[in-house]
């Protein structure tokens, strides 16, 4: 999809107002806090309904205003749509929206101007993907930043993801409860068909998922880096291959459970499921040097790393919807030398060659298309 307009209400710092976006895309330049990842939130806000930068809602509302409302007018290109007659010839388009009110937290999502069940049903409609510098935390932070990613990253491409991490969480939230009050084995384990169900199909679809994407993480990582070479690697909580069924993620999932009964009344917890599963990246595989990208790597190999996970992103967003993501970057080149953006701005030539939206504090650092998008300024929230 291309987003053709956005238009907005009371989100942080930028003015009310509608922007018709260029089907190419834009590149907006303006220095320091005046709006540039604002707009690049507002945007990807339309993808997952929450901030990218984890944002209480009520923060996001501008100082003094009691309510947001972002709208997103998306064009498709004919193909990949979800459920629209093949061979149409008008284009799609969809009008994308959401609005929080302060007053009771109230968050309402429309899509076309009808509320769908669930606000989750709404999600990866716009088919973006964001770089950001602070991507560098997705192999510096603890496992909880990675699997976030992974979370997100499939919540918004594979069907029937984000349901099964609904229902995993839930059941894993009860069956803590019941085994931090030291309740009886009965209604721990009452919960146990529901997480060993829900948690096989959130770790099956994880498995294949990284197990399908190494290949491209480990190439894009060594055309950016120059020769080094890093791989990304599945270590799941419940220990089964890339090839395992979802059955016989199940049954395993089922085994250790009871195996870890005792330790898991001693601790008061669930010590084993997808809640525990770790995305390794590591430097030099198979050479008998491994290291822990995490722990050894350098800022630039890390940096790296996270683009090359946001590649994978991207890829993963054409593959399985056969169109181009809409790329959002947000000052990404500045952080990168020269050699390892020019790389990264062939990488991203091939991998997305749809809208781009970026931005930058100066000119001479958009770098990327800047000689063949319209550039746009933004100072104090003004968008011109
Ligand atoms: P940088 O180049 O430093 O990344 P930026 O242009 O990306 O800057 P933004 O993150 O978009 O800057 O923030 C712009 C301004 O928005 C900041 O001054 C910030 O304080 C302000 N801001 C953040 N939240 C709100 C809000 N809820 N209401 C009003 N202004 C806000
Ligand atoms: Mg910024």
Same mark, same amino acid.
């Given at each position: 999809m291309t987003l053709q307009r956005l238009r907005l209400t009371g989100f942080r710092n930028l003015q009310d107002g509608t922007l018709e976006f260029p089907e190419?895309?834009?590149?907006?330049?303006?220095?320091?806090?005046?709006?540039?990842?604002?707009?690049?939130?507002?945007?990807?806000?339309?993808?997952?309904?929450?901030? !990218?930068?984890?944002?209480?809602?009520?923060r996001i509302v501008r100082f003094g205003a009691e309510h947001f409302r972002v709208e997103g007018r %998306?064009?498709?290109?004919?193909?990949?749509?979800?459920? &629209?007659?093949?061979?149409?010839?008008?284009?799609?388009? %969809?009008?994308?929206?959401?609005?929080?009110?302060?007053?009771?937290?109230?968050?309402?999502?429309?899509?076309?101007?009808?509320?769908?069940?669930?606000?989750?049903?709404?999600?990866?409609?716009?088919?973006a993907? %964001? !770089?950001?510098?602070?991507?560098?935390?997705?192999?510096?932070?603890?496992?909880? &930043?990675?699997?976030? !990613?992974?979370?997100?990253?499939?919540?918004?491409?594979?069907?029937?993801?984000?349901?099964?991490?609904?229902?995993?969480?839930?059941?894993?939230?009860?069956?803590?409860?019941?085994?931090?009050?030291?309740?009886?084995?009965?209604?721990?384990?009452?919960w146990d068909p529901l997480l060993v169900e829900a948690g096989a199909r959130v770790g099956w679809?994880?498995?294949?998922?990284?197990?399908?994407?190494?290949?491209?993480?480990?190439?894009?990582?060594?055309?950016?880096?120059?020769?080094?070479?890093?791989?990304? &690697?599945?270590?799941?909580?419940?220990?089964?291959?890339?090839?395992?069924?979802?059955?016989?993620?199940?049954?395993?999932?089922?085994?250790?459970?009871?195996?870890?009964?005792?330790a898991e009344r001693r601790r008061g917890t669930t010590l084993s499921g997808?809640?525990?599963?770790? %995305?390794?990246?590591?430097?030099?595989?198979?050479?008998?040097?491994?290291?822990d990208l995490r722990e050894y790597g350098s800022g630039g190999q890390r940096r790296t790393a996270a683009l090359a996970l946001r590649l994978l992103e991207a890829e993963t967003i054409s593959g399985r919807r056969r169109r181009a993501p809409l790329l959002l970057l947000d000052d990404i080149f500045a952080e990168l030398d020269e050699t390892r953006s020019e790389r990264v701005m062939e990488l991203m030539e091939r991998t997305a060659v749809g809208q781009v939206i970026l931005t930058a504090p100066k000119e001479s650092e958009l770098r990327f298309r800047s000689d063949r998008l319209p550039h746009w300024t933004v100072r104090e929230g003004v968008v011109a």
């Open positions: 190419e895309g834009v590149a907006v330049v303006g220095p320091n806090a005046q709006g540039k990842s604002n707009l690049l939130e507002a945007i990807y806000y339309l993808e997952i309904f929450r901030s !990218f930068r984890g944002t209480r809602e009520d %998306l064009v498709g290109d004919g193909e990949g749509g979800e459920g &629209e007659a093949a061979g149409d010839a008008a284009p799609r388009t %969809l009008t994308v929206a959401a609005a929080f009110v302060k007053a009771g937290r109230v968050k309402k999502v429309t899509l076309d101007g009808r509320e769908p069940p669930r606000i989750a049903d709404a999600i990866g409609r716009v088919g993907v %964001l !770089f950001t510098p602070e991507d560098v935390r997705l192999v510096s932070d603890g496992p909880q &930043e990675r699997r976030r !990613f992974l979370d997100i990253l499939l919540s918004i491409n594979v069907p029937g993801y984000l349901d099964a991490l609904q229902r995993y969480r839930q059941a894993l939230a009860q069956r803590n409860a019941a085994l931090r009050e030291g309740r009886g084995g009965a209604s721990v384990g009452a679809i994880r498995a294949r998922w990284i197990r399908d994407g190494a290949p491209t993480f480990r190439s894009v990582y060594a055309q950016v880096s120059g020769e080094e070479e890093a791989s990304l &690697e599945y270590v799941p909580s419940v220990p089964v291959g890339g090839e395992a069924t979802e059955d016989e993620v199940a049954s395993t999932f089922h085994r250790i459970l009871s195996e870890g009964a005792d997808p809640h525990r599963d770790e %995305l390794r990246m590591v430097l030099h595989p198979g050479t008998g040097q491994e290291r």
